[in-house]
């Protein structure tokens, strides 16, 4: 069974007047529309980053070296030390992320 995880979630009342009207219109509650719709819209926005990249990368790389790094982004990785005290500098600072 995968691990749950908890967000709390900070709304006007006319935003969650309209999720629970969707949420309802889909015989969901509101947790469970909201849920849904966040992952479709994430893994659209995966895909199409996915498709951008293949587009854009052979215009600004050679083929082998487009394929190379194509390889890279779509391989797992564990963070160095160096990229988690980068990431705990950035959150110091109130840097957003923004990609």
Do not use: G
């Not at 893994?43 to 990368?57: D, F, G, N, P, Y």
């Not at 083929?63 to 990785?77: G, N, T």
């Amino acid at each position: 069974m995968p691990s749950l995880n908890t967000t709390t979630i900070r709304m006007d009342d006319y935003t969650k007047a309209v999720l629970d009207h969707a949420a309802k219109y889909t015989n969901q509650t509101r947790t469970a529309f909201m849920l849904t719709v966040a992952l479709e819209k994430a893994e659209q926005v995966i895909k199409e980053r996915a498709i951008t990249m293949r587009e854009v990368l052979p215009m600004v790389l050679d083929a082998e070296d487009s394929k190379i790094f194509l390889e890279a982004l779509d391989r797992e990785f564990e963070p160095t030390q160096a990229l988690l005290d980068l990431k705990k500098h950035s959150e110091s600072l109130s840097i957003n992320d923004r990609t």
